[in-house]
Structures are given as C-alpha cells and as structure tokens.
C-alpha cells in the first residue's frame, strides 16, 4: 500500500481521501502510517472501480469495470470511444435543435401564407358565383 500511496500525487490522495495534504506528505515519507480510512477508500476505487471514491458522493452507483463506464440510469458500460461520441452527438443534437427550430419558423410562415391564399380564393370563388348567378337571370 505505502508503493501505490506514494505513485499518486498528493493532490489526488487529498481529493479522495480529504486528508490535509501535510499529512498525506507524512503518509509519503513513511513518517505516519496510513489510516484504514484512507485504505478503505483506496481500494474501494481499486476494486470495486467505484467513481464516488475518486470523483466524490456526487458519483454514487457510477463505477469501473472491465474497461467499461457504468452508469446507474443505464444497463451497460460505456466504452472509452463511446464517451468521447457522446460529446460529438451532444453537438449534433444541439445542430439538430436549431435545424428543427428554424424549419417550424418556416413551416409556420407557409402555412401562414397559405392561410392568406386560401381566403383570396374564396373570396374570388364567390366572385365567380355571382357573376355566374348574374348571367344565368
């Protein structure tokens, strides 16, 4: 344990563990034993891969495994490059949102524009119809 306490930097043993980082430095060098609690979480993060160990309580239910993200809304891990396309499509949807946007504003504005058509020709319809009443008397 005192190997993998002194691989990691002192900011990250702070993040997970929340220990000041004089006594992590005291960790470091041997000086002072390394708690249980701090080991507890350690190898929460390294067994079971659960994110809240290095991420914080907000990262409950997320966890690593095989290689894999999991999410608690959802059934199976995320790969790495799934991850990444994530970002790519959070960009396509918002494209998407505009495109849709700006298609009803089009949509809106011929329907409008059929609307005006559409009284025009009623009103020539009944135009006809009285020309065409006035002819027959």
Known sequence: MEDFIKSISIQEIEKITGEKPEKIKRWKKGITKVPESAIRWLLKLYINGEACGLLGEDWEDFYFKDTLFYVPEWRRGFTSH???????????VSSLDREIKSLKQEVDKQNNEIEK????????RQQVILVFKDKIR
């Not at 799934?82 to 396509?92: D, G, N, S, T, V």
């Not at 058509?117 to 020539?124: A, D, G, P, S, T």
């Open 82 to 92: 799934e991850i990444r396309a994530l970002f790519w499509k959070c960009q396509l």
């Open 117 to 124: 058509l559409e009284i025009r020709v009623n009103f020539y």
